[in-house]
C-alpha cells in the first residue's frame, strides 16, 4: 500500500499513460498543505518503475482521495498506514529522524539519522529501519491503533535476523535495538544481551541515545561492577548486603526495583555508594536522585560531598554534583554552595557527560510537562524559575526515587508515576515503608531491612509505650443544657461566650474538629510532664520531645493551643516549647528544625506533619501522639522520627511513645504487615463527571449511586442562601429530596430529570454553592479524666504490663537457670560470680523476646514493688524465689562490703583500696583483676602492682570472695 500528500480538493486522477489496463485507488490519503510527503515520492517510483520496466503491457491509473487535515484524531479503526502518517512519522522526526523513503538503488552508507520506510531484508520489509552513519541501529514495527504494540516484537526480531551486520547485536540478530509501537505506545527491546526483557517507553530514542547504547559495553561494565571490591569507609554490613542485592538485580537486567530499610538505618549514604560504584564501573553515567522535598535534596547534595569516595577524595570530586537553585531558608546561614545544574544537561545529554543531579521531584515533571501539571501536588512550593523543557528520554540512565512511598493519593501517584516513565533508565525506588502502590510500580523488593532487625543487630533502638487515657479523646464531649461555651469564627477569630440552649454530644472524631476541651488537654500534658521529670531525674536530661497535634489551623489552631498550654505547665518560657509547622505563622521553619536537632532549646516541639518524614532527630526520645492516624505509612514515618541511636546522648537506649488514645493507635497498627495493601486515596471526580457517567451509561446504577451521596452532602454542608439559590431549580430547594427520589425518577423520567441535571447553571451550583459558616467550640467547663500506664514492647511486638512483664522475667529465669551460665552462678554457685557473667546475662536478657533491659526492670519493679533502682542480681535471685530480698546496688555493694572486712582484719592501706573498690562495684557490681589496669580510679592510685603488693599477694583472694559476697 502506498500514499500521498497532496492538496486538499476534490479527489485527483492522474493519468500515466493513454492505454489503461491497471486501476489503482487510494482512499483516505493524508492532506498536508505544504508540503508533498514522502510516501508520495515513494508512490511515484514504484508506479514509474511499474511503468517503464515492467512486462504488464499496459499504463496504471492511480485515484487519490484527500484525507482532510481538520478530521478528528485516529479512530481505533484507522489503518496502519494512516497511523504511521498521522502519527509515527511525526513522533521519529520529533526524536530527530529523518522519515525517508527506501530505495534499492541508494547505498546503506547514505543513511545517517534516517527513519527508513519498508526497508528490505532477508525476511520481509521492516516498516522502520533506524540508520546512523550507514548502519542500522533500529528496527520499528508499526500497527495501527487498535492493536496492542507488546506482542508484535517479534516480527521486528524477525527483521533483526533479515539483517546482516557483524557484531552489532547477538547470534543471529543483525539489528541490536527493536521496537513497536502503534503511534500511541511503544515497546523496546534491546537484545544485546539474552536476559533484557522489553519494555514500554515513552518515545522513541535520539540518533544520540542510539549512539551512546552502542558504544557501551553493557557485559564488560557489569563484569567491572561485580569484581570491584564494595570497601567504602563506614559501610554496615546490611548496607553492603542491599548493594549486593542491587548490583545482583542489574546484572539480571532488571531495571525496577525497590529497597526498603527502616527509617534511621542510612539509606541515602547507601545509595550514594551504589551510585558511586555504578558511575565508577560505567554501569551509569547520568543519575537523577529524586527526592519530593527541597529540604531532603539539600541532605542529599551534603551526604554526596561528604562521602570519601577514594583516597582523599570526596564524592563531588571525583564525579560531578548539581543540584536545582535552592532558597536561602532551605540552607539558611551555613556554608553550603551546590553547583546549579545547565539546562543543556538535560536537553542535549552527551556521551560523556558523567554526573548526579539532585532535584525535587515536582520540578522534574514542570520541566517535563510544564507548571499545570504540578498544580496541587506535593505540598512544596514552586520555583519561579521552574518550567517546561525539551528532555528525550535517554537524559539519565539511573534514577534514584527517595521517600517514593510518597504520593497519598492517585492523583500524585499517577504524576510521580508519569515523570518516572518518561525516562527510558534503571529506576531504583527507596523507602522505609512499602506499600502496595510502590512495589507495584518498582516490582521487586530485591533488599528489605526491617525496623525489628534494625534493633537486634544494634543500630537502631526499640520504644517503650506510655497508654494516656482521656475519657474526651475515647468517649468525646458532652455539653449539658445551660453550660457556657466559647465560641469561636474560624474566619476571622473573633470569640464570644454563648450558653447551650440544648444538651449536645460531639463524639471523638469532632474534637479539634468542631470542639476542644483545654482541660483536657492540659492534663496531657501534665501526664507528659510526670514522666518527662522522672526521665530528667534519671539520665540528667529533659529528653527532647516531638507532639503530633491534630491540626493548624487558623484561630482554631490545636498546635497553638498545645504550645500555650506547655509553656504554662512546663514553666521553663517561650522558647522551650515551639510550634513546626508549614504554616505561615511559623518563621523559617526549617531553621526551626535544625534548632530542634542541634540546641538544647526548643525541648519540645509541636508539629502536624511537616516533621513525619525525611527529618533526622538523633537525640530525640518522646513521641506524642495527640494527632489520630490512619496511615500505616504515615504512621510509621512519624514513628521513625525516635528510632535513631543518640548523637549527643550515646546512653540512648530506646524511646518512648504516647499514645493518647489509650493505645488504640499502636494496636491498630499492630497487624499490619510489611507492605501494606492501602492504596492512595483515589481523586475526587467532579459531580459534573458523575453526572456525565449517568448520562453515558457508565457503570450507571454505581455512579446513580455515588450521584445521590453527593447531593446529600451538599444537602448537609450548604448555606440558607444556597437553598434559596436551589428553589430557582428544585421545589423549596430541598436537595435532600431531590436525591432521595432520584433513582425512581431517573427510572420513570430519564431524559428530563438529565436535563435538569446537565443544565449548566444547575451544574455551576452544586460545584460552587455557599457553604454553612464553620462553628468552633470551647468547652470551657468540660472536666476531663486522663490516666496513663506505662508498657513494655517487646522484640516481638508484645506490649507488657510491669506485672506481666516480671511473671514473665520470672518465667524466664526459671526456664534458663540451667543452659544461662549466669543464672546458674547466681541462683546455685554465687562464689563464682564474675564480670563475664555479669555481661554475659545483660546480653541474654536484653536480647530475649521481651527485651529484658536493665532499665525496663528496673522501671517495672518501681511500679510493682515500689522499690527504686533495684540491681539486676535482686531481680534473678527474686524471680527465682520471691523470699529473697530486693536490694538496690548501694545496699547489695554494702551489704557485701561489710561482710568481707567482717571477715578479716586490714589495714588502713588497705581499707582505702577496699573503698575505691567500693565506689567501682556501686555501677558495676562485679570486678577482677584486670580492673586494676584499665580504671582510672585504681591506676590513680598504681594500679596492679600497687594493689598486689598492698594485698601482699592476696588480692585474687579477697576479690573471689567480694565477688561471692556480691552474688549471696
Known amino acids: 500500500m502506498y500514499g500521498a500528500q497532496i492538496d486538499e480538493g476534490i479527489p485527483q486522477t492522474v493519468a500515466v499513460g493513454p492505454a489503461v489496463t491497471m486501476v489503482v485507488v487510494l482512499i483516505g490519503v493524508l492532506i498536508n498543505n505544504n508540503r508533498i510527503g514522502d510516501m508520495h515520492n515513494t508512490m511515484n517510483n514504484r508506479f514509474a518503475d511499474m511503468n517503464t520496466h515492467s512486462s504488464f503491457p499496459g499504463k496504471a491509473i492511480l485515484f487519490l482521495f484527500p484525507y482532510q487535515s481538520d478530521m478528528p484524531g485516529a479512530t481505533p479503526h484507522d489503518s496502519e498506514f494512516l497511523t504511521r502518517k498521522r502519527f509515527i512519522d511525526g513522533r521519529l522526526r520529533a526524536a530527530g529522524w529523518r522519515v525517508v523513503p527506501f530505495s534499492p538503488h541508494q547505498p546503506l552508507a547514505q543513511f545517517n539519522r534516517c527513519a527508513v520506510e519498508e526497508f528490505e531484508t532477508a525476511n520481509g520489509p521492516a516498516d522502520y529501519a533506524l540508520c546512523l552513519e550507514g548502519q542500522i541501529l533500529g528496527v520499528v514495527e508499526a500497527k495501527k491503533l487498535s492493536l496492542g504494540p507488546q506482542n508484535v516484537l517479534s516480527q521486528a526480531e524477525r527483521y533483526s535476523r533479515g539483517v546482516t551486520q557483524p557484531g552489532l547485536a547477538r547470534g543471529d540478530f543483525g539489528v541490536p535495538f527493536l521496537y513497536s509501537t502503534n503511534g500511541e505506545v511503544i515497546w523496546h527491546h534491546d537484545i544485546r544481551l539474552e536476559l533484557n526483557r522489553s519494555r514500554p517507553i515513552a518515545d522513541f530514542h535520539t540518533p544520540e541515545a542510539l549512539q551512546d547504547l552502542r558504544s557501551r559495553n553493557i557485559d564488560q561494565t557489569i563484569g567491572v561492577l561485580l569484581a570491584t571490591p564494595n570497601d567504602a569507609s563506614r559501610l554496615r554490613p546490611y548496607q553492603r548486603e542491599a548493594n549486593e542485592a542491587i548490583e545482583k538485580a542489574i546484572s539480571a537486567c532488571k531495571r525496577q526495583m525497590l529497597v526498603a530499610m527502616a527509617t534511621g538505618t542510612g539509606k541515602t549514604f547507601t545509595m550514594v555508594n551504589q551510585i558511586y560504584r555504578l558511575m565508577k564501573s560505567g554501569v551509569a553515567k547520568r543519575v537523577l536522585f529524586l527526592v519530593d522535598r527541597r529540604a531532603l535534596a539539600v541532605q542529599a547534595v551534603r551526604a554526596f560531598a561528604s562521602f570519601d569516595a577514594e583516597q582523599g577524595l570526596k564524592f563531588d570530586s571525583v564525579f560531578e554534583v548539581y543540584s536545582q537553585r535552592f532558597q536561602k531558608e532551605d540552607v539558611q546561614d551555613e556554608k553550603f554552595d551546590p553547583k546549579v545544574l545547565p539546562n543543556t544537561y538535560l536537553t542535549n545529554p552527551k556521551p560523556g557527560d558523567t554526573f548526579v543531579y539532585v532535584s525535587t521531584i515536582q520540578r522534574m515533571t514542570i520541566n517535563l510537562f510544564g507548571r499545570d501539571a504540578i498544580f496541587g501536588i506535593g505540598g512544596e512550593e514552586i520555583e519561579d524559575d521552574a518550567g517546561k523543557l525539551e528532555i528525550p528520554i535517554h537524559a539519565f540512565d539511573l534514577i534514584v526515587a527517595d521517600e517514593c512511598h510518597r504520593g497519598y493519593t492517585s492523583s500524585e501517584a499517577a504524576v510521580w508515576r508519569k515523570t518516572l516513565d518518561h525516562f527510558d533508565a534503571i529506576k531504583i525506588g527507596l523507602t522505609a515503608t512499602p506499600a502496595a502502590h510502590t512495589t507495584s510500580y518498582f516490582r521487586e523488593i530485591v533488599y528489605r531491612y526491617e525496623y525489628e532487625r534494625a534493633v537486634r543487630d544494634g543500630f537502631l533502638v526499640d520504644y517503650d509505650v506510655v497508654k494516656v487515657k482521656s475519657n474526651v479523646r475515647m468517649n468525646g464531649v458532652f455539653l449539658h443544657e445551660g453550660e457556657e461555651i466559647g465560641v469561636v469564627n474560624p474566619n476571622t477569630g473573633a470569640k464570644k461566650l454563648d450558653v447551650i440552649e440544648d444538651e449536645r454530644q460531639f463524639d471523638s472524631s469532632r474534637i479539634e474538629r468542631e470542639i476542644t476541651s483545654p482541660d483536657s488537654n492540659r492534663k496531657t500534658l501534665e501526664e507528659l510532664k510526670r514522666y518527662s521529670l522522672e526521665h530528667e531525674q534519671r539520665y540528667d536530661r529533659f529528653p527532647k520531645t516531638l507532639i503530633f497535634a491534630a491540626n493548624d489551623l487558623p484561630h482554631t489552631s490545636h498546635s497553638d493551643q498545645l504550645v500555650d498550654l506547655a509553656r504554662e505547665v512546663f514553666g521553663r518560657g517561650n522558647s522551650f516549647v515551639q510550634k513546626i509547622t508549614g504554616s505561615q505563622s511559623v518563621d523559617r521553619p526549617l531553621q526551626r528544625i535544625r534548632e530542634f536537632r542541634n540546641r538544647p532549646h526548643p525541648a519540645i516541639v509541636v508539629s502536624v506533619d511537616m516533621l513525619t518524614t525525611g527529618v533526622d532527630i538523633p537525640d530525640l526520645e518522646f513521641i506524642v501522639f495527640l494527632r489520630p492516624v490512619k496511615s500505616r505509612i504515615l504512621f510509621e514515618q512519624m514513628l521513625g522520627r525516635g528510632t535513631r541511636k543518640g548523637e549527643k546522648y550515646p546512653d540512648k537506649s530506646h524511646f518512648v511513645v504516647f499514645d493518647c488514645f489509650d493505645g488504640t493507635l499502636l494496636e491498630y497498627f499492630k497487624q499490619s504487615t510489611a507492605i501494606t495493601a492501602e492504596p492512595p486515596s483515589p481523586p475526587t471526580r467532579t459531580i459534573t463527571e458523575i453526572i456525565e457517567d449517568v448520562w453515558r451509561n457508565r457503570d450507571k446504577e454505581y455512579n446513580i449511586r455515588c450521584l445521590v451521596k453527593r447531593l446529600q452532602r451538599i444537602d448537609k454542608e450548604m448555606s440558607g442562601e444556597a437553598r434559596e439559590q436551589f428553589a430557582a431549580f428544585l421545589p423549596d430547594g430541598d436537595v435532600a429530596r431531590f436525591a432521595a427520589s432520584l433513582p425512581q425518577a431517573l427510572q420513570t423520567d430519564f431524559t428530563g430529570v438529565m436535563s435538569l441535571l446537565r443544565t449548566s447553571a444547575f451544574q455551576h451550583l452544586l460545584t460552587d454553592y455557599k457553604r454553612k459558616e464553620r462553628v468552633f467550640l470551647v468547652a470551657h467547663n468540660t472536666q476531663d479524666e486522663v490516666s496513663s500506664e506505662w508498657l513494655v514492647r517487646g522484640v516481638d511486638g508484645k506490649q507488657y504490663k510491669p506485672d506481666d512483664y516480671l511473671t514473665a522475667f520470672s518465667e524466664f529465669v526459671r526456664t534458663h537457670r540451667n543452659d544461662i551460665h549466669a543464672i546458674g552462678i547466681l541462683l546455685n554457685r554465687p562464689k563464682d560470680w564474675n564480670p563475664d557473667a555479669l555481661q554475659e546475662l545483660r546480653l541474654k536478657l536484653s536480647n530475649a523476646p521481651q527485651r529484658f533491659t536493665l532499665e525496663n526492670l528496673q522501671k517495672a519493679h518501681e511500679i510493682h514493688h515500689k522499690k527504686a533502682l533495684v540491681d539486676i542480681i535482686s531481680m534473678v535471685k527474686h524471680a527465682a524465689d520471691e523470699q529473697q530480698l530486693l536490694l538496690n546496688a548501694h545496699e547489695r555493694v554494702a ?50 602492682s600497687k594493689a598486689l603488693l598492698v594485698f601482699k599477694g592476696q588480692l585474687p583472694i579477697i576479690l573471689q570472695e567480694i565477688n561471692g559476697a556480691l552474688a549471696a
Open 895 to 944: 551489704r557485701a562490703m561489710e561482710r568481707i572486712q567482717q571477715s578479716r582484719a586490714f589495714t588502713p592501706e588497705q581499707i582505702e583500696w577496699l573503698d575505691r573498690i567500693h565506689s567501682h562495684l556501686q555501677m558495676n557490681l562485679s570486678i577482677d583483676l584486670e580492673d586494676f589496669e584499665l580504671l582510672p580510679i585504681f591506676v590513680q592510685s598504681g594500679g596492679k
